[in-house]
Nanobody
Framework: QVRLVESGGGLVQTGGSLRLSCAAA????????TGWFRQAPGKEREFVAA????????YYADSVKGRFTISRDNSDNTVYLQMNSLKPEDTAVYYC??????????????????WGQGTQATVSS
């Protein structure tokens, strides 16, 4: 089992920044891919960004390219999502997810095996 705990959400103004953290515990050696998804009220959960275990490969949704950066520190089993130039449409609950499947498709939520509880990010206009 893998446990994921997100932190770093909050309230910022348009143009501001937030840094989300996802701390993993348990069988972290089994994780191949870690991703961030978000869900706004009344909408489906959508892919935001993902990173491979080595950090060599990263993936981003078109809506966040150039503004968000995903990174990881394997020394403490933490994945980060740096969010800059935030917009009101970025407001959502952000979830961290981990996949222990070799060849998992990073943008597909069904390919992830473990999920955190989520952290709220609110961007005011």
């Amino acid at each position: 089992q893998v446990r994921l705990v997100e932190s770093g959400g909050g309230l910022v103004q348009t143009g501001g920044s937030l840094r989300l953290s996802c701390a993993a515990a348990g069988r972290t050696y089994s994780i191949y891919t870690t991703g961030w998804f978000r869900q706004a009220p009344g909408k489906e959960r959508e892919f935001v960004a993902a990173i491979s275990w080595t950090g060599d490969s990263t993936y981003y949704a078109d809506s966040v390219k150039g503004r968000f950066t995903i990174s990881r520190d394997n020394s403490d089993n933490t994945v980060y999502l740096q969010m800059n130039s935030l917009k009101p449409e970025d407001t959502a609950v952000y979830y961290c997810a981990a996949s222990n499947r070799w060849g998992a498709r990073p943008i597909f939520r069904d390919d992830y095996d473990y999920w955190g509880q989520g952290t709220q990010a609110t961007v005011s206009s």
